[in-house]
Protein backbone atom coordinates (compact mmCIF):
# COMPACT_ATOMS: atom_id res chain seq x y z
CA UNK A 1 0.00 0.00 0.00
CA UNK A 2 1.35 3.08 -1.23
CA UNK A 3 1.96 5.62 2.36
CA UNK A 4 2.54 8.93 1.96
CA UNK A 5 3.89 11.66 5.10
CA UNK A 6 2.25 15.23 6.01
CA UNK A 7 3.79 18.13 8.09
CA UNK A 8 3.23 21.43 8.77
CA UNK A 9 5.85 24.08 9.72
CA UNK A 10 6.60 27.50 10.46
CA UNK A 11 3.92 29.73 11.85
CA UNK A 12 0.36 28.40 11.53
CA UNK A 13 -2.15 29.99 9.58
CA UNK A 14 -5.89 29.23 9.12
CA UNK A 15 -6.56 26.94 6.41
CA UNK A 16 -3.71 24.59 7.18
CA UNK A 17 -6.41 21.87 9.23
CA UNK A 18 -8.20 22.02 5.27
CA UNK A 19 -5.23 20.98 3.52
CA UNK A 20 -4.04 18.23 6.14
CA UNK A 21 -7.73 16.97 5.26
CA UNK A 22 -7.78 17.39 1.64
CA UNK A 23 -4.44 15.62 1.57
CA UNK A 24 -6.06 13.10 3.28
CA UNK A 25 -9.43 12.35 1.51
CA UNK A 26 -7.81 12.46 -1.87
CA UNK A 27 -5.04 10.17 -0.80
CA UNK A 28 -8.09 7.99 0.60
CA UNK A 29 -9.59 7.68 -2.85
CA UNK A 30 -6.20 5.82 -4.14
CA UNK A 31 -6.20 4.02 -1.26
CA UNK A 32 -3.34 5.30 0.20
CA UNK A 33 -2.28 5.78 3.69
CA UNK A 34 -1.11 8.79 5.16
CA UNK A 35 1.08 9.23 7.57
CA UNK A 36 1.04 13.07 9.67
CA UNK A 37 4.50 14.31 11.81
CA UNK A 38 4.15 16.18 14.63
CA UNK A 39 5.70 19.47 15.10
CA UNK A 40 6.87 20.05 11.58
CA UNK A 41 10.18 18.34 10.45
CA UNK A 42 10.82 17.82 14.12
CA UNK A 43 8.56 14.36 13.95
CA UNK A 44 10.82 13.20 11.45
CA UNK A 45 13.81 13.04 13.98
CA UNK A 46 13.63 9.09 14.86
CA UNK A 47 12.21 7.30 16.13
CA UNK A 48 9.90 9.60 14.28
CA UNK A 49 6.90 11.15 16.17
CA UNK A 50 3.88 10.86 14.17
CA UNK A 51 0.11 9.55 13.87
CA UNK A 52 -1.71 7.74 11.16
CA UNK A 53 -4.31 10.33 9.62
CA UNK A 54 -7.60 8.81 8.14
CA UNK A 55 -11.13 9.80 7.27
CA UNK A 56 -12.06 10.00 11.07
CA UNK A 57 -9.53 11.81 12.51
CA UNK A 58 -9.53 14.22 9.75
CA UNK A 59 -13.38 14.76 9.68
CA UNK A 60 -14.28 17.91 11.16
CA UNK A 61 -11.40 20.12 11.23
CA UNK A 62 -11.62 21.94 8.09
CA UNK A 63 -13.06 25.02 9.91
CA UNK A 64 -10.64 24.44 12.77
CA UNK A 65 -7.90 27.43 12.84
CA UNK A 66 -4.25 26.17 13.60
CA UNK A 67 -2.59 22.92 12.73
CA UNK A 68 -3.80 19.28 14.48
CA UNK A 69 -0.15 18.30 14.01
CA UNK A 70 1.36 21.23 15.86
CA UNK A 71 4.33 23.42 13.89
CA UNK A 72 6.98 24.80 14.91
CA UNK A 73 9.72 27.49 13.46
CA UNK A 74 12.67 26.64 15.94
CA UNK A 75 14.07 23.13 16.45
CA UNK A 76 16.85 21.29 14.19
CA UNK A 77 15.40 22.13 11.09
CA UNK A 78 16.68 25.62 11.17
CA UNK A 79 19.00 26.44 8.33
CA UNK A 80 22.22 27.17 10.08
CA UNK A 81 25.68 28.93 8.18
CA UNK A 82 27.89 26.24 8.47
CA UNK A 83 31.82 25.78 6.65
CA UNK A 84 30.58 27.92 3.65
CA UNK A 85 28.21 30.94 3.18
CA UNK A 86 25.34 29.38 2.91
CA UNK A 87 22.45 28.52 5.53
CA UNK A 88 21.60 24.92 5.46
CA UNK A 89 20.28 22.16 7.70
CA UNK A 90 23.34 20.19 9.39
CA UNK A 91 23.77 17.28 7.11
CA UNK A 92 23.34 14.62 10.38
CA UNK A 93 19.71 16.43 10.97
CA UNK A 94 19.11 15.46 6.72
CA UNK A 95 20.28 12.03 7.85
CA UNK A 96 17.57 11.24 10.74
CA UNK A 97 15.45 12.70 8.89
CA UNK A 98 15.73 10.18 5.74
CA UNK A 99 16.43 7.03 8.34
CA UNK A 100 12.98 7.89 9.77
CA UNK A 101 11.37 8.75 5.70
CA UNK A 102 12.52 4.97 4.97
CA UNK A 103 11.95 3.13 7.83
CA UNK A 104 8.57 4.40 7.28
CA UNK A 105 8.34 3.19 3.85
CA UNK A 106 6.98 6.38 2.65
CA UNK A 107 6.84 7.42 -0.65
CA UNK A 108 6.63 11.37 -0.57
CA UNK A 109 6.45 13.88 2.07
CA UNK A 110 3.98 16.44 1.89
CA UNK A 111 5.95 19.93 3.23
CA UNK A 112 2.91 22.37 3.77
CA UNK A 113 5.16 25.86 5.01
CA UNK A 114 6.24 29.39 4.02
CA UNK A 115 9.62 30.32 2.80
CA UNK A 116 11.49 29.26 5.26
CA UNK A 117 10.25 25.44 5.41
CA UNK A 118 9.92 25.35 1.89
CA UNK A 119 13.78 25.90 1.75
CA UNK A 120 14.18 22.92 4.47
CA UNK A 121 12.28 20.99 2.06
CA UNK A 122 14.12 21.80 -0.81
CA UNK A 123 17.18 20.68 0.75
CA UNK A 124 15.20 17.36 1.96
CA UNK A 125 14.39 16.81 -1.85
CA UNK A 126 18.22 17.52 -2.94
CA UNK A 127 19.39 14.70 -0.37
CA UNK A 128 16.81 12.36 -2.07
CA UNK A 129 13.48 12.73 -0.11
CA UNK A 130 11.07 13.06 -2.73
CA UNK A 131 9.12 16.11 -1.65
CA UNK A 132 5.72 17.77 -2.77
CA UNK A 133 5.70 21.69 -1.01
CA UNK A 134 2.07 23.63 -0.33
CA UNK A 135 2.93 27.40 0.14
CA UNK A 136 1.98 28.81 3.33
CA UNK A 137 1.47 32.32 4.78
CA UNK A 138 -0.99 35.27 6.15
CA UNK A 139 1.61 37.44 4.88
CA UNK A 140 0.42 36.54 0.78
CA UNK A 141 4.05 37.72 0.24
CA UNK A 142 5.58 34.43 -2.11
CA UNK A 143 6.06 34.89 -5.69
CA UNK A 144 5.71 32.07 -7.19
CA UNK A 145 1.62 31.94 -6.17
CA UNK A 146 -0.65 34.70 -6.80
CA UNK A 147 -2.53 33.53 -3.33
CA UNK A 148 -1.60 31.47 0.13
CA UNK A 149 -4.60 30.60 2.42
CA UNK A 150 -4.61 32.23 5.58
CA UNK A 151 -4.36 35.55 3.46
CA UNK A 152 -8.00 36.00 2.97
CA UNK A 153 -8.99 35.43 7.22
CA UNK A 154 -5.59 37.50 8.30
CA UNK A 155 -7.56 40.54 6.09
CA UNK A 156 -10.72 39.83 7.41
CA UNK A 157 -9.58 39.60 10.79
CA UNK A 158 -8.04 43.27 9.99
CA UNK A 159 -11.56 44.38 8.66
CA UNK A 160 -13.14 43.68 11.35
CA UNK A 161 -11.10 45.43 13.83
CA UNK A 162 -11.21 48.58 11.13
CA UNK A 163 -15.52 47.75 11.91
CA UNK A 164 -15.29 47.95 15.94
CA UNK A 165 -12.55 50.59 16.17
CA UNK A 166 -14.17 52.69 13.72
CA UNK A 167 -17.21 53.08 16.35
CA UNK A 168 -15.31 54.09 19.29
CA UNK A 169 -13.08 56.32 17.10
CA UNK A 170 -15.82 58.25 16.01
CA UNK A 171 -17.50 58.52 19.37
CA UNK A 172 -14.68 59.73 20.80
CA UNK A 173 -13.51 61.74 17.43
CA UNK A 174 -10.01 60.07 18.04
CA UNK A 175 -7.24 58.98 15.52
CA UNK A 176 -7.05 55.37 15.56
CA UNK A 177 -3.93 53.55 14.34
CA UNK A 178 -4.27 49.39 13.76
CA UNK A 179 -1.25 47.83 13.36
CA UNK A 180 -1.21 44.56 11.43
CA UNK A 181 0.70 41.63 10.46
CA UNK A 182 2.98 40.93 6.82
CA UNK A 183 6.73 40.79 7.32
CA UNK A 184 8.56 42.69 4.97
CA UNK A 185 5.28 43.16 3.26
CA UNK A 186 2.10 45.62 2.83
CA UNK A 187 -0.70 43.51 1.34
CA UNK A 188 -2.32 42.45 4.67
CA UNK A 189 -2.25 46.11 5.35
CA UNK A 190 -3.24 46.96 2.03
CA UNK A 191 -6.18 44.69 1.38
CA UNK A 192 -7.58 44.68 5.53
CA UNK A 193 -7.33 48.43 5.00
CA UNK A 194 -9.34 48.94 1.70
CA UNK A 195 -11.66 46.63 2.90
CA UNK A 196 -12.20 47.89 6.41
CA UNK A 197 -12.61 51.85 5.16
CA UNK A 198 -9.20 52.93 6.07
CA UNK A 199 -8.05 56.78 5.77
CA UNK A 200 -4.63 56.00 5.93
CA UNK A 201 -2.60 53.43 4.99
CA UNK A 202 1.45 52.87 5.82
CA UNK A 203 3.21 49.84 3.80
CA UNK A 204 6.85 48.95 3.94
CA UNK A 205 6.89 49.45 0.41
CA UNK A 206 5.75 53.35 -0.22
CA UNK A 207 8.22 55.34 1.55
CA UNK A 208 6.09 57.93 3.79
CA UNK A 209 6.25 60.86 6.50
CA UNK A 210 4.67 60.75 10.13
CA UNK A 211 4.24 64.74 9.09
CA UNK A 212 2.27 64.31 5.99
CA UNK A 213 0.04 62.09 7.82
CA UNK A 214 -0.24 64.34 10.86
CA UNK A 215 -1.09 67.19 8.07
CA UNK A 216 -3.82 64.19 6.55
CA UNK A 217 -5.01 63.76 9.86
CA UNK A 218 -5.75 67.70 10.32
CA UNK A 219 -7.18 68.13 7.04
CA UNK A 220 -9.61 65.64 7.63
CA UNK A 221 -10.42 67.01 10.41
CA UNK A 222 -11.21 70.92 9.22
CA UNK A 223 -13.44 68.64 6.38
CA UNK A 224 -15.34 67.37 9.43
CA UNK A 225 -14.02 63.68 9.56
CA UNK A 226 -15.00 62.80 12.70
CA UNK A 227 -12.31 60.32 13.18
CA UNK A 228 -9.12 59.51 10.94
CA UNK A 229 -8.18 55.50 10.80
CA UNK A 230 -4.83 54.66 10.23
CA UNK A 231 -3.58 50.97 9.44
CA UNK A 232 0.32 50.20 9.78
CA UNK A 233 1.95 47.76 8.37
CA UNK A 234 4.69 46.07 10.95
CA UNK A 235 7.25 46.18 8.84
CA UNK A 236 6.27 50.16 7.69
CA UNK A 237 9.04 52.11 7.73
CA UNK A 238 8.42 55.63 9.45
CA UNK A 239 10.34 58.42 7.63
CA UNK A 240 12.35 55.75 6.21
CA UNK A 241 13.81 54.16 9.55
CA UNK A 242 12.79 50.56 9.51
CA UNK A 243 12.24 48.62 13.00
CA UNK A 244 14.03 45.83 13.00
CA UNK A 245 12.44 44.43 15.80
CA UNK A 246 9.01 44.64 14.60
CA UNK A 247 9.20 42.64 11.81
CA UNK A 248 11.64 39.62 13.80
CA UNK A 249 10.15 35.89 14.14
CA UNK A 250 10.18 34.06 17.29
CA UNK A 251 11.02 37.32 19.67
CA UNK A 252 8.73 38.66 22.01
CA UNK A 253 7.79 42.45 20.79
CA UNK A 254 6.99 45.26 23.21
CA UNK A 255 5.26 47.71 21.22
CA UNK A 256 6.08 48.27 17.44
CA UNK A 257 5.85 50.83 14.50
CA UNK A 258 2.26 51.10 15.48
CA UNK A 259 2.97 52.80 18.50
CA UNK A 260 5.50 55.11 17.15
CA UNK A 261 3.45 56.19 14.64
CA UNK A 262 1.09 56.75 17.18
CA UNK A 263 2.88 59.05 19.35
CA UNK A 264 4.34 60.97 16.45
CA UNK A 265 0.70 62.16 15.29
CA UNK A 266 -0.37 62.59 19.14
CA UNK A 267 3.06 65.04 19.13
CA UNK A 268 1.74 67.24 16.43
CA UNK A 269 -2.00 67.37 15.88
CA UNK A 270 -3.03 67.23 19.48
CA UNK A 271 -5.59 65.08 18.56
CA UNK A 272 -6.57 62.03 21.35
CA UNK A 273 -4.83 59.20 19.08
CA UNK A 274 -5.15 55.35 20.14
CA UNK A 275 -3.12 52.54 18.78
CA UNK A 276 -4.32 49.06 18.70
CA UNK A 277 -1.93 45.99 17.81
CA UNK A 278 -3.74 43.04 16.01
CA UNK A 279 -0.71 40.30 16.12
CA UNK A 280 -1.92 36.90 16.37
CA UNK A 281 -5.38 37.59 16.28
CA UNK A 282 -4.76 37.39 12.42
CA UNK A 283 -3.14 34.61 12.97
CA UNK A 284 -6.06 32.46 14.70
CA UNK A 285 -9.43 31.34 14.56
CA UNK A 286 -11.71 30.04 11.83
CA UNK A 287 -10.42 30.34 7.95
CA UNK A 288 -13.09 32.16 5.63
CA UNK A 289 -14.36 29.92 3.08
CA UNK A 290 -11.78 31.02 0.44
CA UNK A 291 -9.06 29.59 2.61
CA UNK A 292 -10.91 26.25 3.09
CA UNK A 293 -11.56 26.18 -0.38
CA UNK A 294 -7.95 27.13 -1.15
CA UNK A 295 -6.59 24.69 1.96
CA UNK A 296 -8.60 21.87 0.21
CA UNK A 297 -7.48 22.51 -3.70
CA UNK A 298 -3.95 22.41 -2.31
CA UNK A 299 -4.27 19.63 -0.26
CA UNK A 300 -6.08 17.59 -3.38
CA UNK A 301 -3.38 19.05 -5.73
CA UNK A 302 -0.38 17.89 -3.30
CA UNK A 303 -1.84 14.00 -3.45
CA UNK A 304 -2.05 14.75 -7.64
CA UNK A 305 1.21 15.88 -7.94
CA UNK A 306 2.85 12.66 -6.15
CA UNK A 307 0.31 10.41 -8.13
CA UNK A 308 2.30 12.52 -11.42
CA UNK A 309 5.93 11.63 -9.57
CA UNK A 310 6.37 15.78 -9.81
CA UNK A 311 8.54 15.72 -6.54
CA UNK A 312 10.09 18.61 -5.77
CA UNK A 313 7.62 20.93 -6.96
CA UNK A 314 5.31 23.07 -4.98
CA UNK A 315 1.53 24.28 -5.57
CA UNK A 316 1.13 27.12 -6.95
CA UNK A 317 -2.16 29.19 -7.61
CA UNK A 318 -2.14 31.10 -11.06
CA UNK A 319 -5.33 32.69 -12.54
CA UNK A 320 -8.00 30.48 -10.75
CA UNK A 321 -5.84 27.15 -11.50
CA UNK A 322 -3.67 24.85 -8.84
CA UNK A 323 -0.69 24.34 -10.46
CA UNK A 324 2.74 23.04 -9.89
CA UNK A 325 6.53 25.02 -10.28
CA UNK A 326 10.05 23.90 -8.85
CA UNK A 327 10.69 24.73 -5.32
CA UNK A 328 14.05 25.54 -6.19
CA UNK A 329 12.03 28.56 -8.39
CA UNK A 330 9.83 29.76 -5.78
CA UNK A 331 11.92 29.67 -2.58
CA UNK A 332 13.72 33.36 -1.23
CA UNK A 333 11.29 34.83 -3.59
CA UNK A 334 9.04 37.50 -1.96
CA UNK A 335 6.72 39.32 -3.62
CA UNK A 336 6.02 42.85 -2.46
CA UNK A 337 3.13 45.74 -3.30
CA UNK A 338 4.26 47.64 -6.21
CA UNK A 339 3.65 51.73 -5.81
CA UNK A 340 1.97 51.44 -9.64
CA UNK A 341 -0.26 48.63 -9.28
CA UNK A 342 -4.13 48.94 -9.62
CA UNK A 343 -4.65 48.14 -6.34
CA UNK A 344 -2.92 51.47 -4.81
CA UNK A 345 -4.35 53.37 -7.73
CA UNK A 346 -7.78 52.23 -6.64
CA UNK A 347 -6.91 53.06 -3.02
CA UNK A 348 -6.00 56.34 -3.73
CA UNK A 349 -9.12 57.00 -6.04
CA UNK A 350 -11.46 56.26 -2.85
CA UNK A 351 -9.54 58.72 -1.08
CA UNK A 352 -7.03 56.72 0.70
CA UNK A 353 -3.35 58.29 1.63
CA UNK A 354 -0.74 56.69 2.11
CA UNK A 355 1.22 59.42 4.14
CA UNK A 356 4.04 60.24 0.70
O1 LIG B 1 4.86 35.24 8.48
C1 LIG B 1 3.69 35.23 9.22
C2 LIG B 1 3.80 36.12 10.43
O2 LIG B 1 2.57 36.07 11.12
C3 LIG B 1 4.20 37.56 10.13
O3 LIG B 1 3.14 38.31 9.61
C4 LIG B 1 4.74 37.99 11.47
O4 LIG B 1 5.72 38.99 11.33
C5 LIG B 1 5.36 36.74 12.02
O5 LIG B 1 4.80 35.65 11.31
C6 LIG B 1 5.19 36.53 13.48
O6 LIG B 1 5.90 35.41 13.85
P1 LIG B 1 5.82 34.75 15.30
O7 LIG B 1 4.51 34.01 15.38
O8 LIG B 1 7.00 33.87 15.37
O9 LIG B 1 5.85 35.87 16.30
Redesign the pocket.
Known sequence: KTRIGVLTS??D?PGLNAVIRGVCRAADKLDWEVIGFRDGYEGLLPPGDYFTLDRRNTSGIMHLGGTILGTT?RGHFVAKVGAGDKAAIPQDIIDQAKQTFHNLGLTALVCIG?DGSLSTALQLFENGIPVIGVPK???NDLEATAMTFGFDSAVACVADALDRLHTTATSHKRVMVLEV???NAGW?ALHGGLAGGADVILIPEIPFSVEKVAEEVLRREKEGAKSTMIVVA?GAAPDGKPLRHA?A???H?LGGVGDIVGKEIADRTDKEVRTCILG?L??GGAPTTLDRILGTRFGVKAVQLIEEKKFGTMVSYQNYLTLDVPISHAVHKLRRVTEDSQLVSAARAVGISFGD
Open positions: GGCNGTIDMGRIEVSGERHQR
